[in-house]
Structure formats: structure tokens, C-alpha cells
């Protein structure tokens, strides 16, 4: 049944909206700082090198590959894609609000804003997951990028929380910054499991890897969260291996 997807236009106003609000972050910048800045400024042992960053770059061209997807006469009216429209459209706005939000310094605002737009990722992600025999378009354009999206959505959220409570002098229930970085390397690392299991989704703990080397390379002087972090990204790493080479049994 062809049916017209109401959602295409404003998926690509608003994905455009997204790429508008990044270009300004970096070529003004809004409020007169970069993301790397702010970033240092509230650093913590969960933080990572300033070149994991660079995996928005990615998740935007296969954003991109999407809304292109999406304006296909054969494909942009499949289920699959009608159904994620709205949720991508509310993904964007999240986007944009906690970038201006972070870079004006609202630290705490951003990080309800980072969760909302983690809130709607994995509504998209459980969508595109439930998809039945999907096509290779499917693979590519609609479970990849957001497997990607959603897994660094999934650290940036641990990252912005552990900034939110050293930028407020958290306590830490008398546990050291390190104990607690520990504690969120491993938290982080069952996640990625809890979350890709299930759909035999070796992409999205490789995005943990990733963070967790750039988190390893930046806390090398830090000997236990140095540690965990290269274990733990070792770990995730044979693991992605595992659901890669292990078919998902039919039911």
C-alpha cells in the first residue's frame, strides 16, 4: 500500500535546523565559547579526548542518508519510516536546545534537554529495531544511523550528569571522583549490553568503545579509570565481535 509520508518535509527542516544550530556553535561561537571549551572548563574523570567529538561529523552524514532515504517514492512511504518521523522531528529540536543551552551555559537545563532527546532516540531505535526482515536500505539508512546516534547520546548523557554534579560540588556519598568515574565506565559498559542483546546490535556497544579509548587516552594519568576504561572497552569491543559473528536465532 503506497502511502505519502507526512513527516519528510519537516524531517529535513528541522535535520537542516540541526546543521544550522552545529555551524553557528563553531563559526560564532554562540555565547562566545566552543563546545570544547565549556567542556574543559567543567572536566571530569569521565571525560574523553577532544577527537571523540568528531563522531557527530558521522552521525550527521548518516542522518543524512535518511532524510535523503525518506524522499523516496519507493521507500519513504514504508512503515518503517512513517513511523519514526515525528520522534526524529522532536530528536532535532532536543538537538538544538541543548546545544544552546550548553554553550550559553545552562548546564542543568541542558542535561534535561540532553535526557529528553535521549528519551526520544530510543523510541526511534525501538521502532527501527522492530522492523521484521528489513531491506539493505533499512540496515543502512534507518537501524545504522541511530544505533550510532543513540550510543552517543547514551555516553554524552553519563558525561553531561558527571559534569552537572562537579559543576554543583557534589559529595559523592564520601566516594572519590575516580570511584565514581569507575563506577560509571562499568555502568556504561552493562548498558551497552542490556541494550544491544536483545537485537543482536553490534553497533551500538562499538560506540561505547570508541568513547571509552578517547575517555581512556584522556585520563592516562588517572591509573584506575585508565584501566577500566581500556578493559572495559576490551571487553565491549570482543563482545561486539560475538553478535557479529552469531546469527539471531529465528523464532
Not at 532527546?117 to 537501524?143: D, M
Amino acid at each position: 500500500m503506497n502511502r505519502t509520508n507526512p513527516y519528510k518535509w519537516w524531517n529535513l527542516l528541522f535535520y537542516l535546523g540541526v546543521i544550522a544550530v552545529n555551524v553557528l556553535s563553531v563559526t560564532l561561537p554562540l555565547g562566545g565559547r566552543t563546545t570544547g571549551e565549556i567542556s574543559d572548563r567543567y572536566h571530569t574523570y569521565f571525560t574523553p579526548a577532544g577527537y571523540a567529538f568528531s563522531i557527530w561529523s558521522l552521525i550527521y552524514v548518516l542522518l543524512a542518508g535518511f532524510v535523503i532515504y525518506q524522499f523516496r517514492t519507493v521507500t519513504g512511504s514504508r512503515d518503517s519510516v512513517r513511523s519514526i518521523g515525528f520522534w526524529f522531528v522532536l530528536s532535532c529540536v532536543f538537538n538544538m536546545g541543548w546545544l544552546i543551552l550548553w554553550h550559553y551555559l545552562y548546564i542543568e537545563l541542558s542535561l534535561a534537554l540532553m535526557i529528553l532527546l535521549l528519551i526520544s532516540l530510543i523510541v526511534i531505535y525501538r521502532k527501527t529495531r522492530a522492523i521484521p526482515n528489513p531491506t539493505t536500505g533499512e540496515k543502512w539508512l534507518l537501524q545504522l544511523p541511530f544505533s550510532i546516534y543513540l550510543g552517543w547520546i547514551s555516553v554524552a548523557t553519563i558525561v553531561n550528569v558527571s559534569i552537572v554534579l562537579t559543576k554543583n560540588d557534589w559529595g559523592g556519598f564520601g566516594l572519590s571522583g575516580t570511584t565514581w568515574a569507575v563506577i560509571m565506565l562499568i555502568v556504561g559498559a552493562i548498558l551497552a549490553v542490556i541494550v544491544s542483546f536483545p537485537h543482536r546490535d553490534c553497533i551500538y556497544p562499538l560506540v561505547f568503545v570508541w568513547a571509552f579509548i578517547a575517555i581512556a587516552l584522556e585520563q592516562h594519568e588517572t591509573g584506575n579509570v585508565f584501566i577500566t576504561a581500556l578493559v572495559t572497552a576490551g571487553l565491549l569491543l570482543l563482545y561486539s565481535i560475538w553478535l557479529l559473528l552469531t546469527p539471531r536465532r529465528r523464532r
